[in-house]
């Protein structure tokens, strides 16, 4: 069975560069994945920030049980790089109000999952809908994660990160729509 290694993305966004390509510049593994938001850039953005706070997927998995906010935290918006992200990850590098990219931090995580970069892409589209796109790479250390960590990883991934995109868009339409 092959990887999931793309979800609801486009040709054209695995196509352009991301700022995660500096990052690992010859990754082991690239995963896309993406959901269309009928909410401004700027909203989607600004939840997006929110990671500083709270992971917003499976909260029973990835935040102790405890639910991820469902209103803007004051002050997440104001980014730094090297601030830590969803505990496990670091910020690299932003562009206010257009992405965001992320490593994963030296420690547990990247010991179980291997070296891995994000960035969190937001842009329109032609339609006028917000693009919320993610490109992930993974490092390409073969001994640290074999393959069937990497099969694993990529599922994980990819039910992880639907939850999490999906959660931002239905925040992201409330707020638009309030």
């Not at 499976?58 to 469902?70: A, K, V």
């Not at 990819?158 to 309030?178: C, G, N, S, V, Y």
Request: with cysteine; aromatic share 8%.
């Amino acid at each position: 069975m092959a990887l999931p290694t793309h979800w609801g993305v486009r040709p054209e966004e695995t196509a352009r560069p991301y700022p995660c390509d500096d990052c690992i510049p010859a990754p082991g593994g690239t995963w896309f994945r993406a959901v269309s938001v009928q909410a401004p850039p700027e909203v989607v953005y600004r939840w997006l920030c929110q990671m500083r706070v709270a992971p917003y997927s499976y909260d029973l998995l990835d935040n102790l049980g405890r639910r991820s906010p469902r209103a803007l935290t004051p002050g997440a918006e104001n980014l730094a790089a090297g601030q830590r992200i969803m505990t496990i990850f670091e910020l690299v590098s932003f562009t206010p109000g257009r992405d965001m990219t992320l490593r994963m931090l030296p420690g547990p995580g990247r010991r179980l999952f291997g070296d891995l970069a994000l960035t969190y892409d937001v842009r329109t589209d032609d339609s006028g809908a917000t693009r919320l796109t993610v490109k992930a790479l993974l490092g390409a250390e073969r001994g640290t994660l074999n393959e069937a960590r990497r099969r694993a990883l990529a599922w994980g991934d990819l039910l992880m990160m639907r939850k999490q995109l999906l959660t931002f868009q239905t925040l992201a339409e409330r707020q638009a729509a309030a």
